[in-house]
């Protein structure tokens, strides 16, 4: 998703190294230029910086919520290098730390890396520095051990600038691209993890292409397009891969040529291809593919700036963040601009305060992303990383009633007894759960939309307020403790004629009333409650109290407690499973 990159071997690359200037912004520097935008709705705030700067590289969030971040290239005043290490960036701390390093650099390759399904990243292709072709061989990277190891087997077709896409079997597709010859390629094949070999896919890409663009659909294809192709054209197609058959086939076009394009899945199934650059120039628009139609319509405006190797990164809220790159010019950007997928259309976003030309983006499990990296036209390649806040608002829990309780949140941020209120980025759904006392039932939600007792789900769009209420009960003391006399005469424990209804789940206790004494009927499993009701009834002329109370799934105590005036008396209890 979202980067792709370029060749450095000709003399766009030339040129590019030769305007390398000037100096390395400091990260003093960076965190003062972005102190006055903490806490502000939306906007960026500097982090902690990498160790080496790096352009042209990769980031991938890994399983534990840490952002891997691995090759590219480095342009500084003592000449140009490529780094084979890499770091990864912890969330909670802010920082950066050095990890394990690959078996060798590994640059021009977009989205190179993959992370599998079990946890683990797969490295492969790409340059290992100026005109030399990385080994065939990929690099998995184990988060558990910190370090690299090579692949069992080797890549047919050692190749840079192909497409990577994890599908839904575990596999790994890379497609196109160019190889040691620079010669484009019209092969695709298949990393499998389970055997650590690569083999041929059974069809091949309609054309050759490298530099392209790849998304996976949901119905499990790869969306391939634009790009350049064979003859180092730019190209307007698409193609599918569909891995049931392992063949491709061709797709409705762009209505501009585009490589060095932005693209990621949306969330209602289509892709956004946006910006790049083509024959036709550097369009500033974006396209929408559909895969229910198979054809792609053009976004209802533009971006302010067309840009080109950039990041594109889909938000918790559904908005894209589209950040950096390069102008028409070959300038390099400081600005961003947000895809809303409702009104399909681009607006202005946040300043980054330095321009970056092919930085890296993550998306955190915070719902913020983290920008890191990427070259700056006046100081060449960077070492500082920016936390993208796409707004946050504020989730406020309250506690009322006779009884107590405590509320937990998924995502965590807020555990009510101590801390009631966290900040969630915009789109954030939290889930509330309440968890009743000794003593207490939870007796429902109020506020946000939430009511009734099961867990309240709710979708940050703005700032809410939530309250649980809990309810006192009457519960028998521990039978080795021994009972104060009470002066209220309380009424005797019921001796009800159970019954329960499977299907529908429903419990019945009939009762003969005491004088004066009514009665209440409680369902509990764990801290979970359901109240039911009780009324006067006549079976056979015999006046009655029947109490009905309707329950889930899962193994309940059914509790009846007996009560006149200010006390209640010993209840009776049975319990069902249903």
């Known amino acids: 998703m979202g980067l792709t990159q370029s060749p450095n071997n000709g003399a766009e690359g030339r040129g590019m190294r030769r305007a390398v200037a000037l100096g390395v912004l400091t990260a003093a520097t960076l965190a003062l230029a972005f102190t006055s935008a903490a806490g502000a709705s939306e906007g960026f705030t500097a982090t902690g910086s990498m160790a080496g700067e790096r352009d042209q590289g990769v980031a991938i969030r890994l399983a534990s919520g840490k952002v891997l971040v691995l090759g590219g290239e480095r342009s500084l005043f003592a000449g140009l290098s490529f780094p084979a290490d890499a770091e990864l960036y912890d969330p909670a701390s802010g920082q950066f730390a050095p990890t394990g390093a690959m078996s060798s650099a590994r640059w021009g390759s977009p989205s190179k890396a993959v992370l599998l399904r079990d946890g683990k990243v797969l490295v492969a292709g790409g340059d290992a520095g100026l005109g030399t072709l990385a080994s065939g061989h990929g690099d998995l990277y184990d988060p558990e051990s910190g370090q690299f190891t090579l692949t069992h087997g080797s890549m047919i077709t050692p ?37 650590g070999d690569f083999t041929a896919t059974a069809g091949a890409p309609t054309i050759a292409r490298w530099n392209a663009t790849a998304e996976l659909l949901a119905d499990g294809k790869v969306l391939i397009a634009g790009g350049r192709n064979g003859s180092n054209g730019w190209e307007a197609s698409a193609e599918l891969y569909d891995p049931a058959t392992d063949h491709f086939t061709a797709t409705g076009s762009l209505s501009h040529d585009r490589d060095a394009a932005m693209s990621t899945a949306l969330g209602d199934g289509t892709v956004l291809v946006a910006g790049g650059r083509g024959a036709g120039g550097y369009p500033a628009d974006g396209e929408i593919y559909d895969p229910a139609t198979g054809n792609f319509a053009v976004t209802a405006n533009a971006m302010t700036t067309s840009r080109f190797y950039g990041t594109a990164t889909r938000l918790v809220n559904g ?18 601009s947000i895809y809303d997928p409702v009104t399909r259309s681009f607006a202005d976003g946040p300043m980054m305060g330095i321009t970056r030309y092919a930085p890296v983006a993550a998306l955190l499990e915070s719902g913020k992303v983290l920008v890191a990296g990427g070259l700056d036209g006046a100081t060449g390649s960077l070492a500082d990383a920016l936390l993208f806040d796409p707004g946050s608002f504020d989730l406020t ?37 309440a968890h009743a006392a000794t003593g207490s039932v939870f007796s429902g939600w109020s506020g946000a939309g939430c009511s009734g007792i099961e867990s309240c789900v709710v979708t940050m769009s703005e700032a809410r307020s939530v309250t649980a209420g809990f309810s006192a ?60 009701s009780c009324k006067k009834v006549t079976v056979k002329r015999a006046k009655l109290v029947s109490c009905k109370v309707t329950l889930a799934s899962g193994s309940w105590t059914v509790v009846v407690t007996p009560i006149k005036a200010a006390a209640s008396g010993a209840p009776a209890t049975k319990r069902f499973r249903f």
């Open 397 to 433: 829990v309250a506690r009322s009633g006779s009884g107590s309780g405590t509320v937990s949140s998924a995502p965590a941020g807020i555990s009510c007894a101590s801390d009631c209120s966290e900040s969630y980025v915009d789109g954030r759904v939290v889930t509330l759960t």
């Open 473 to 532: 009960v009457a519960v028998d003391p521990p039978v080795d403790t021994p009972v104060p006399p009470i002066p209220t005469v309380r009424p005797a424990r019921p001796s009800p004629a159970w019954s329960s209804v499977k299907r529908s789940k429903v419990v019945t206790a009939t009762i003969h009333p005491a004088a004066g004494v009514s009665y209440s009927i409680v369902g509990k499993r764990g801290s979970k409650a359901k109240r039911g």
């Open 319 to 336: 908005k894209v963040l589209i950040a950096g790159g390069r102008d028409g010019s070959y300038s390099s950007l400081a600005s961003t």
């Open 159 to 195: 190749r840079r600038y192909a497409t990577a896409t994890l599908l839904p079997s575990g596999k790994v597709l890379f497609a196109g691209g160019s190889n040691a010859s620079n010669q484009k390629l019209d092969s695709a094949e298949l990393y499998d993890p389970a055997t």
